[in-house]
């Protein structure tokens, strides 16, 4: 499992997200299960010099650091180590799961269509739980209402086929690889007026990565102790869900 971190100088909300992960592995016991089952490794700066110098997403060189396709070793060192970090790892740990967190910006103007947190997902096979990328999005968003599956999308449009989520799971097929991003502005109440929203705060936004341990958490245990009609729901939900859930990736970073 792996989650990689922040590649543009204002990007800065991931990494209240990575505290969330990090306080709630390390100060409670609510996650002891995936610690003894998985090895989790936490990238938190994948640009440092770029982010230093205030360059947007590029780092010294002008290399977009999203993009992480077939690329020459001198043009942006710090996403080919990356890649043979986790080669490495992969080798001896076959990697699971990887999240890519980052951030979307709101405007007065697209405040109803960049709020919340949601997540940019592969396709895959919607009868396969297992292999079903849509499951996991799910469960977060039952345990964190700030998470929206509904805004999430299972895609991958010709302009992000050399980004980060696509490429990594070209690499490692057996992992679910996602772009999870959230709002610098805020999250959609329930239960009240559709132009309703609340600001996010860093409280919320460590809360949001305790909970997405708490979703891959719920993901393995309905997996290991094979709870059927459980998964069966889930794949019906999704189904139905699918006929309103967006279908294209225009938003994604990486």
Same mark, same amino acid.
């Given at each position: 499992?792996? /989650?990689?971190?922040?590649?543009?100088?204002? #990007? !800065?909300?991931?990494?209240?997200?990575?505290?969330?992960?990090?306080?709630?592995?390390?100060?409670?016991?609510?996650?002891?299960?995936?610690?003894?089952?998985?090895?989790?490794?936490?990238?938190?700066? /994948?640009?440092?010099?770029?982010?230093?110098?205030?360059?947007?997403?590029?780092?010294?060189?002008?290399?977009?650091?999203?993009?992480?396709?077939?690329? =020459?070793?001198? @043009? @942006? =060192?710090?996403?080919?180590?990356?890649?043979?970090?986790?080669?490495? #790892?992969?080798?001896?740990? +076959?990697? @699971?799961?990887?999240?890519?967190?980052?951030?979307?910006?709101?405007?007065?103007?697209?405040?109803?269509?960049?709020?919340?947190?949601?997540?940019?997902?592969?396709?895959?096979?919607?009868?396969?739980?297992?292999?079903?990328?849509?499951?996991? =999005?799910?469960?977060?968003?039952?345990?964190?209402?700030?998470?929206?599956?509904?805004?999430?999308?299972?895609?991958?449009?010709?302009?992000?086929?050399?980004? @980060?989520?696509?490429?990594?799971?070209?690499?490692? +097929?057996?992992?679910?690889?996602?772009?999870?991003?959230?709002?610098?502005?805020?999250?959609?109440?329930?239960?009240?007026?559709?132009?309703?929203?609340?600001?996010?705060? /860093?409280?919320?936004?460590?809360?949001?990565?305790?909970?997405?341990?708490?979703?891959?958490?719920?993901?393995?245990?309905?997996?290991?102790?094979?709870?059927?009609?459980?998964?069966?729901?889930?794949?019906?939900?999704?189904?139905?869900?699918?006929?309103?859930?967006?279908?294209? !990736? !225009?938003?994604?970073?990486?």
């Amino acid at each position: 499992r792996g /989650v990689h971190g922040q590649a543009a100088f204002w #990007i !800065d909300t991931s990494i209240f997200r990575d505290v969330g992960i990090v306080d709630s592995l390390v100060e409670t016991r609510d996650f002891d299960q995936l610690k003894k089952q998985f090895v989790i490794h936490i990238i938190p700066m /994948v640009n440092p010099d770029g982010v230093f110098y205030g360059n947007y997403r590029t780092n010294l060189s002008g290399h977009d650091q999203t993009v992480v396709g077939a690329i =020459p070793t001198v @043009a @942006a =060192p710090e996403v080919y180590y990356v890649r043979k970090y986790l080669s490495e #790892i992969n080798r001896s740990n +076959p990697i @699971a799961l990887i999240i890519d967190p980052t951030d979307i910006a709101a405007s007065n103007q697209l405040i109803l269509s960049r709020i919340n947190s949601f997540f940019y997902g592969n396709p895959s096979s919607e009868t396969n739980f297992a292999e079903n990328t849509k499951i996991f =999005p799910l469960l977060c968003s039952k345990v964190n209402k700030r998470i929206s599956y509904q805004e999430s999308t299972f895609f991958v449009s010709e302009d992000k086929k050399n980004t @980060a989520r696509v490429v990594l799971h070209e690499l490692f +097929p057996q992992a679910h690889v996602y772009t999870f991003e959230a709002s610098f502005y805020g999250f959609r109440r329930e239960k009240t007026y559709e132009t309703t929203v609340q600001e996010f705060t /860093v409280e919320s936004y460590k809360k949001i990565g305790r909970d997405l341990l708490q979703g891959y958490l719920d993901y393995i245990n309905i997996n290991n102790r094979n709870q059927y009609e459980v998964r069966d729901q889930l794949l019906r939900e999704i189904v139905m869900m699918s006929r309103n859930t967006i279908i294209d !990736d !225009d938003g994604s970073d990486s």
